[in-house]
């Protein structure tokens, strides 16, 4: 079974730091670009940041200059630097890996975890 979980989310108060991870696993051939997605009550899920397997990154400008997104030595595990963080932020992130590519049968997984709650006070 393919995977993709995270942890790390939590309650913090405004201006705090959180790390969350995403750990994929199961019968992986590769993964190119992963990414964070968050869905806040009552809104739409929205992009946060994405990384190629290269390392490039990307992020929504609301996030820029807080927020950083890594990937393990493993690369099949990424990580999201958190700091800053505000009201706003609170949401429920989700890990996403758009064409992970399963090695049992050489096709494409769009996979999603089931979530982490990261609540900001103020």
């Known amino acids: 079974q393919v995977q993709l979980v995270e942890s790390g989310g939590g309650l913090v108060q405004a201006g705090g730091s959180l790390r969350l991870s995403c750990a994929a696993s199961?019968?992986?051939?590769?993964?190119?670009?992963m990414a964070w997605y968050r869905q806040a009550p009552g809104k739409q899920r929205e992009f946060v940041a994405a990384?190629?397997?290269?390392?490039?990154?990307n992020y929504t400008d609301s996030v820029k200059g807080r927020f950083t997104m890594s990937r393990g030595n493993g690369k099949n595990t990424v990580y999201l630097e958190m700091n800053n963080l505000k009201p706003e932020d609170t949401a429920v992130y989700y890990c996403?890996?758009?064409?992970?590519?399963?090695?049992?049968?050489?096709?494409?997984?769009?996979?999603w975890g089931q979530g982490t709650l990261v609540t900001v006070s103020s």
């Open positions: 996403n890996a758009p064409k992970l590519i399963i090695s049992t049968t050489m096709t494409y997984r769009d996979l």
């Open positions: 990384i190629t397997s290269g390392g490039r990154t």
């Open positions: 199961g019968s992986i051939f590769s993964i190119n670009t």
